[in-house]
T-cell receptor, first 115, second 114 residues
Framework: GAVVSQHPSRVICKSGTSVKIECRSLDFQATTMFWYRQFPKQSLMLMATSNEGSKATYEQGVEKDKFLINHASLTLSTLTVTSAHPEDSSFYIC???????????FGPGTRLTVL | GDSVTQMEGPVTLSEEAFLTINCTYTATGYPSLFWYVQYPGEGLQLLLKATKADDKGSNKGFEATYRKETTSFHLEKGSVQVSDSAVYFCALKSPNNAGNMLTFGGGTRLMVKP
């Protein structure tokens, strides 16, 4: 199957700072990318869906001004957590769909810890 | 709306035991059904899938059958190994969802002891 990478895998930051997480499709063009949040021992909650070149569609309850998503190319989407607070600490996972594939491929996730 | 319910864990088994993780769903029409596995510290990996009623998905000794009459997609494996210890997620994709959005169950943690 296709490969999706995320960077960084772990990040620790101070409260009030912004953190950018990258999601890349390595061997296919991702027309659609998804961002999920996973709390400890819980399921994945879809945060937003982004299509290359257009604005992301956010799920209800997700603050678009706090979680900025950019999908500027067919291989890269970024999630920026602005003015992060401890309650934003979580595991963030992206997935991508596109090319000849009819399924989502998931990245390895990024663990964010806000002190 | 669509929803997926799976048995709460953790499920603790001895090596070579038989595994069943129950999953039931609510959806309109005929969704596609998936099982994903998440190993510690990693993202999700697709384990198997089924796209229509009575289909059986299988991979790495795991299998699940799409049962429309009971709206279920239970995951089974005849003999688990320590390396199967992970969290398993049941998911569906509605045929009405052009955006390919997946709806996940709550996840079931499996712990296999030697």
């Amino acid at each position: 199957g296709a490969v999706v990478s995320q960077h960084p895998s772990r990040v620790i930051c101070k409260s009030g700072t912004s953190v950018k997480i990258e999601c890349r499709s390595l061997d296919f063009q991702a027309t659609t990318m998804f961002w999920y949040r996973q709390f400890p021992k819980q399921s994945l909650m879809l945060m937003a869906t982004s299509n290359e070149g257009s604005k992301a569609t956010y799920e209800q309850g997700v603050e678009k001004d706090k979680f900025l998503i950019n999908h500027a190319s067919l291989t890269l989407s970024t999630l920026t957590v602005t003015s992060a607070h401890p309650e934003d600490s979580s595991f963030y996972i992206c997935s991508a769909k596109g090319g000849n594939y009819n399924e989502q491929f998931f990245g390895p996730g990024t663990r964010l810890t806000v002190l | 709306g669509d929803s997926v319910t799976q048995m709460e864990g953790p499920v603790t088994l001895s090596e070579e035991a038989f595994l069943t993780i129950n999953c039931t769903y609510t959806a309109t029409g005929y969704p596609s059904l998936f099982w994903y596995v998440q190993y510690p510290g990693e993202g999700l990996q697709l384990l198997l899938k089924a796209t229509k009623a009575d289909d059986k998905g299988s991979n790495k000794g795991f299998e699940a059958t799409y049962r429309k009459e009971t709206t279920s997609f239970h995951l089974e494996k005849g003999s688990v190994q320590v390396s199967d210890s992970a969290v398993y997620f049941c998911a569906l994709k509605s045929p009405n969802n052009a955006g390919n959005m997946l709806t996940f169950g709550g996840g079931t943690r499996l712990m296999v002891k030697p």
